[in-house]
């Protein structure tokens, strides 16, 4: 890592946030007083087993969910200190999302579903088109721009979704494990996809995935666990991988000689 990585400047700074649950007289902590920043232009991933937290960060991330104590800034500004009419400006501005499911409006077209929200915020058809339409052939579907959602596959879908979420050019894009409703091979292809437009449009990426392959393209990888998050390092993930593999030969080996 040279000089200049270490001094990328944070785009996201978390202070002391937490987040509880209370359900059925009980309280849940999925976060507690975390502290961090998050570099601008980095794809950052967010691994952690099932109920971890990883949606619940991104949530608080988009500005769709708010922590119980603590603030949150991104590009400068304070989105827990914003009011209701700000943070709808900031989730539609400035935050591109992909989920696991696609949600697609299935009585637009492609291209509508894409300028839709664009249109409603008063920016331009024509160039909203274009941008549109650019992205689209970069993931290849500039020739499905008028047909329907439902007639795409769930790799095409998802790439449409990739397109909606960038083509606002939005400060940050969340991504809520994009490939969860994929087959194997097409996740790889979508998620190569997604990489590549935020990295060539210089975005800042965070993405919640359980999926490995991305490993290598990551600038930071962090485990959500113990109601935090925690840096960890590509080679002790592939390590934790070849030990988990090792013990599963050596028990069938054990298993084979009973
Ligand atoms: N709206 C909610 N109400 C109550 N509990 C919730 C809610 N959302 C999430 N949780 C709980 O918080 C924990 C973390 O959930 P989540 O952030 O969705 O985890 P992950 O995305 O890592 O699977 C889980 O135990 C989940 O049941
Ligand atoms: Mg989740």
Redesign the pocket.
Known sequence: MNNAETQRKALITLQGVTRR?R?NGGT?T?LEDCTMDFAEGHCHVLL??????????LNLLGGIDAPDAGTISVGGREITAMDEEQLTLYRRRDIGTVFQFFYLLPTLSVLENITLPMELDGRRPAELRQRAMDLLARVGLADKADTMPETLSGGEQQRVAIVRALAHDPLLVLA?EPTGNLDRNTGEKVLSLLLELTRETGKTLVM?THSHETLPFADRIYE?RDRGLQPIDLEDVLRQERDLQERARSMRREMAAR
């Open positions: 649950y359900q849940q999925v952690g087993r099932s109920g971890s937290g990883k949606s619940t960060l809520d919640a959500v």
